[in-house]
């Protein structure tokens, strides 16, 4: 979608951290972090929220990428927290699929 800034992203049209691609996805650092570790997944195709995503298997994909970008950044053995923020209740703010993977620090429960 030419307006989404994820789809921009995707495409190496505005420049963002990239920790991980292939397979349809990227991993990259959120501009604003809420953690040591704060990484964004998403699919290079545009959904616009979990709502969107009727394919079990790209969900199922998004969320193994999600596990490995964890392992990869070294938070998986202590722990990490992945989000999906799902429309203005959910706290969504970009309307293109992501998933949060959150570490480096102990997360709190209940969430806001
Ligand atoms: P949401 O609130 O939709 O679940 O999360 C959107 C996230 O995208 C926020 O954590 C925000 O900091 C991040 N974000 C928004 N715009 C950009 C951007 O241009 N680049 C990067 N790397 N992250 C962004
Ligand atoms: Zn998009």
Known sequence: MSSCIFCKIAAGE?????VKKGDGMVAFRDLNPQAPTHVLVIPTTH????????DAAVLGK?????RDVALET???SKGYR????TNPDGGQTVFH???????GR??????G
């Open 82 to 85: 992945v989000v999906v923020n």
């Open 74 to 76: 070294g938070v998986a």
């Open 97 to 103: 699929l992501h998933l949060h993977v959150l570490g």
């Open 47 to 54: 959904l616009g929220s979990l709502n969107d995503a009727k």
């Open 62 to 66: 998004l969320m193994a990428f999600a």
């Open 14 to 18: 505005i420049p963002a951290q990239v």
């Open 106 to 111: 102990a997360m709190k429960w209940p969430p």
